[in-house]
């Protein structure tokens, strides 16, 4: 069955750097569109970058764009997220999601499998 597990959260500084991980199995990754999304408490969840099955796009939600990277190793299975410049306005839930198609966007009704989060937290 498809298996999403994120790893690499933890407690940063502002200021500071965190790269989040994604192993995948159970399904064709090399051929998936991947994203990420976060979930504060007490706010919906909310996309955070994207990438197409190839690479070959990614798009990022403004308030990341310039210092969280996206960024997938097929032969690996693997989905990442270099995170930047941390604020404490990042912290939050992260979660790993799939769709099997190629292709998709920023919506989370898109992917339909989910993997459990890993919480980012930024505070000084």
């Known amino acids: 069955q498809v298996q999403l597990v994120e790893s690499g959260g933890g407690l940063a500084q502002p200021g500071g750097s965190l790269r989040l991980s994604c192993a995948a199995s159970?399904?064709?990754?090399?051929?998936?569109?991947m994203a990420w999304f976060r979930q504060a408490p007490g706010k919906e969840r909310e996309f955070v970058a994207r990438?197409?099955?190839?690479?070959?796009?990614?798009d990022y939600a403004d308030s990341v764009k310039g210092r969280f990277t996206i960024s997938r190793d097929n032969a690996k299975n693997t989905l990442y997220l270099q995170m930047n410049s941390l604020k404490p306005e990042d912290t939050a839930l992260y979660y790993c999601?799939?769709?099997?198609?190629?292709?998709?966007?920023?919506?989370?009704?898109?992917?339909?499998?989910w993997g459990q989060g890993t919480q980012v937290t930024v505070s000084s």
């Open positions: 999601a799939m769709t099997r198609r190629i292709l998709a966007g920023q919506h989370s009704g898109e992917y339909p499998y």
């Open positions: 159970g399904f064709t990754f090399s051929t998936s569109a």
């Open positions: 990438m197409y099955w190839s690479g070959s796009s990614t």
